[in-house]
């Protein structure tokens, strides 16, 4: 038969093998399978993440054979504990963000940790292939992201995880269980019908389940292909007068991925992945630092932060409705407001997990920063975590000016983190459920991934 896009992408699924793999993406990837783990384990002390396992432990009951992260000895079935997992992985909005925008390791991890404790102990997969599965995951989504412009800007419509996310989780899981080029066609486009959630959500404590969802849905799909479940074969494709996967995007043009023969270049090789320092939208970054930088500044002008001297604080920022909040009230909204990162930069001189406690969020003393700020959207300040920029002005009641500004803040893929810094916050957010020695085994673990040879260990 003629080769479609979707035959395409279920051909490539089903041939590519662990040496196609680089050094560079073995590297990348396992850097985002320690992040993602740890902002994963802090994020399982979160309320939200609360909701989502007693709403899993209560409502269903099977088998339960997969691991939750930071409950020792809770085991939930093993597409629950993809979903328990993938919302902790977002609770804090903490894990990994790539360009096009979308939060690629949470909505794989979770189901690729869960379906290798599934499978009986004949059949586990060894660290390589489980590597591999994992970069297929972030393979899939990439491309898919590649075949709309509208992708490439920050995102008005869909969450992208939501949408990629559960393709590239139902890829990554197909993968894993060994499933025939015709399953992975199907598995992806019964991952299709379970895609996709509104924009509206964000800054809500629903926009964790996207994630969640997008994890789970995902594993569910390879499932049912696994099963015989069929599904729209050209479901990739661009088909006049029928929206497959075209359907989340406005602007669609499909291209097929090749079959790789001797040689793959990963998309993970060309593009690194953005790491964030601390849990808020990856937008926030650019506008924290600018505003750390003028605090410095205006120490240097002032001998200390004294807000008394600041007459107005001028924002240059993109125009992205979901992430402009002048006055958030809720963890959730403040990890999604400009003004309150700028605000609590200048005020405390970091950022950080206490930043958006309650107590913190309502201090007297942020809300009259917050008073003070201007917000301007200058024209060559675009919507796109590649382009723009974030700029803080303060206006002092003397006249005087200090800016800072920041075009790429440290742990962008244009400035990545050092092993150092990953291995530092991987500490800092394991530590919060688990002992030094386990954090230390994870490590060790991860960092030899390709010769684990069994990935349930993980």
Same mark, same amino acid.
């Given at each position: 038969?003629?080769?479609?896009?979707?035959?395409?992408?279920?051909?490539?699924?089903?041939?590519?093998?662990?040496?196609?793999?680089?050094?560079?993406? +073995?590297?990348?990837?396992?850097?985002?399978?320690?992040?993602?783990?740890?902002?994963?384990?802090?994020? %399982?002390?979160?309320?939200?993440?609360?909701?989502?396992?007693?709403?899993?432990?209560?409502?269903?009951?099977?088998?339960?054979?997969?691991?939750?992260?930071?409950?020792?000895?809770?085991?939930?079935?093993?597409?629950?504990?993809?979903?328990?997992?993938?919302?902790?992985?977002?609770?804090?909005?903490?894990?990994?963000?790539?360009?096009? *925008?979308?939060?690629?390791?949470?909505?794989?991890? #979770?189901?690729?940790?869960?379906?290798?404790?599934?499978?009986?102990?004949?059949?586990?997969?060894?660290?390589?292939?489980?590597?591999?599965?994992?970069?297929?995951?972030?393979?899939?989504?990439?491309?898919?992201?590649?075949?709309?412009?509208?992708?490439?800007?920050?995102?008005?419509?869909?969450?992208?995880?939501?949408?990629?996310?559960?393709?590239?989780?139902?890829?990554?899981?197909?993968?894993?269980? %060994?499933?025939?080029?015709?399953? /992975?066609?199907?598995?992806?486009?019964?991952?299709?019908?379970?895609?996709?959630?509104?924009?509206?959500?964000?800054?809500?404590?629903?926009?964790?389940?996207?994630?969640?969802?997008?994890?789970?849905?995902?594993?569910?799909?390879?499932?049912? *292909?696994?099963?015989?479940?069929?599904?729209?074969?050209?479901?990739?494709?661009?088909?006049?007068? /029928?929206?497959?996967?075209?359907?989340?995007?406005?602007?669609?043009?499909?291209?097929?991925? %090749?079959?790789?023969?001797?040689?793959?270049?990963?998309?993970?090789? @060309?593009?690194?992945?953005?790491?964030?320092?601390?849990?808020?939208?990856?937008?926030?970054?650019?506008?924290?630092?600018?505003?750390?930088?003028?605090?410095?500044?205006?120490?240097?002008?002032?001998?200390?932060?004294?807000?008394?001297?600041?007459?107005?604080?001028?924002?240059?920022?993109?125009?992205?409705?979901?992430?402009?909040? #002048?006055? #958030?009230?809720?963890?959730?909204?403040? +990890?999604?407001?400009?003004?309150?990162?700028?605000?609590?930069?200048?005020?405390?001189?970091?950022?950080?997990?206490?930043?958006?406690?309650?107590?913190?969020?309502?201090?007297?003393?942020?809300?009259?920063?917050?008073?003070?700020?201007?917000?301007?959207?200058?024209?060559?300040?675009?919507?796109?975590?590649? @382009?723009?920029?974030?700029?803080?002005?303060?206006?002092?009641?003397?006249?005087?000016?200090?800016?800072? @500004? /920041?075009?790429?803040?440290?742990?962008?893929?244009?400035?990545?983190?050092? @092993?150092? %810094?990953?291995?530092?916050?991987?500490?800092?957010?394991?530590?919060?459920?688990? #002992?030094?020695?386990?954090?230390?085994?994870?490590?060790?673990?991860?960092?030899?991934?390709?010769?684990?040879?069994?990935?349930?260990?993980?």
């Amino acid at each position: 038969p003629e080769e479609t896009v979707t035959s395409s992408f279920a051909s490539f699924i089903h041939a590519v093998r662990p040496e196609h793999l680089s050094k560079t993406v +073995r590297h990348r990837s396992k850097r985002m399978i320690l992040d993602s783990i740890g902002v994963g384990l802090v994020g %399982s002390t979160t309320h939200v993440f609360d909701i989502a396992l007693q709403y899993c432990r209560e409502l269903y009951s099977s088998v339960a054979v997969s691991s939750v992260y930071g409950k020792p000895g809770v085991k939930l079935s093993p597409t629950l504990a993809a979903f328990t997992n993938g919302v902790a992985t977002h609770s804090m909005d903490f894990d990994d963000t790539w360009h096009p *925008a979308t939060h690629p390791s949470g909505a794989v991890l #979770p189901a690729l940790l869960a379906a290798s404790q599934m499978l009986p102990p004949s059949t586990k997969p060894n660290g390589m292939e489980f590597l591999l599965a994992f970069n297929v995951g972030l393979e899939v989504q990439g491309r898919l992201m590649h075949f709309s412009t509208e992708a490439h800007d920050i995102p008005k419509r869909f969450h992208p995880p939501s949408v990629v996310g559960t393709m590239g989780s139902a890829a990554a899981t197909a993968k894993l269980l %060994s499933l025939s080029t015709a399953q /992975c066609s199907h598995a992806l486009g019964i991952a299709a019908s379970l895609a996709g959630a509104p924009m509206a959500n964000a800054a809500t404590q629903a926009k964790p389940l996207h994630i969640g969802n997008a994890t789970r849905l995902g594993f569910e799909a390879a499932l049912l *292909a696994a099963r015989g479940m069929e599904a729209n074969p050209l479901i990739l494709d661009d088909i006049p007068g /029928c929206s497959g996967f075209s359907a989340f995007y406005s602007i669609y043009q499909p291209k097929p991925l %090749s079959t790789p023969s001797d040689h793959h270049e990963f998309l993970l090789e @060309k593009q690194d992945i953005a790491f964030k320092r601390f849990p808020a939208h990856l937008g926030m970054h650019w506008v924290v630092d600018a505003a750390l930088s003028v605090r410095n500044l205006f120490i240097n002008y002032a001998g200390s932060f004294l807000p008394s001297l600041i007459r107005t604080i001028v924002l240059k920022i993109p125009v992205s409705k979901y992430i402009n909040r #002048p006055f #958030p009230s809720s963890e959730h909204q403040a +990890r999604h407001s400009f003004q309150f990162n700028a605000c609590t930069a200048l005020l405390d001189g970091e950022v950080g997990l206490s930043s958006f406690t309650e107590s913190s969020i309502h201090r007297p003393e942020l809300r009259e920063l917050l008073d003070k700020v201007v917000v301007e959207h200058p024209e060559d300040n675009v919507a796109n975590f590649d @382009k723009m920029y974030g700029e803080v002005a303060l206006l002092l009641h003397s006249g005087d000016v200090l800016t800072g @500004k /920041c075009d790429t803040f440290y742990g962008h893929w244009r400035k990545p983190l050092s @092993k150092e %810094s990953l291995l530092k916050k991987f500490r800092s957010n394991a530590s919060h459920v688990l #002992p030094e020695e386990k954090i230390e085994t994870i490590i060790t673990m991860v960092d030899n991934l390709e010769n684990l040879s069994d990935s349930s260990q993980l």
